[in-house]
Nanobody, 121 residues
């Protein structure tokens, strides 16, 4: 059974940092692109970042570029999202997902339950 479990969410003031982590099990981790998505209240889920199966390639959404860093450890089956310079607009539930090289959520097969990030001004 495939499981993706996110951790590291919480509340932080604007300008602060958080590091999200996602642990995968039941899946051949290094076969998959790993992505982070987020969904704010009342809005559609949106792409944040993705990393290739080997970890050598990354892509970021424009609104997080330069502030967020995605990384993976294939030995530990984990993918992290370091988030710096957070703003209230980053408040959302953050999801990790395993799929193909895409920014479209329909191209991701497995999803975690999500972790809440709240940024106060």
């Amino acid at each position: 059974q495939v499981q993706l479990v996110e951790s590291g969410g919480g509340s932080v003031e604007a300008g602060g940092s958080l590091r999200l982590s996602c642990a995968a099990s039941g899946v051949t981790f290094n076969w998959y692109t790993m992505g982070w998505f987020r969904q704010a209240p009342g809005l559609n889920r949106e792409f944040v970042a993705r990393v290739s199966p080997t970890g050598t390639s990354t892509v970021y959404a424009e609104h997080v570029k330069g502030r967020f860093t995605i990384s993976r450890d294939n030995a530990k089956n984990t993918v992290d999202l370091q988030m710096n310079s957070l703003s209230p607009e980053d408040t959302a539930v953050y999801y990790c997902a395993a799929g193909t090289w895409s920014m479209n959520d329909e191209d991701y097969t497995y999803w975690g339950q999500g972790t809440q990030v709240a940024v106060s001004s």
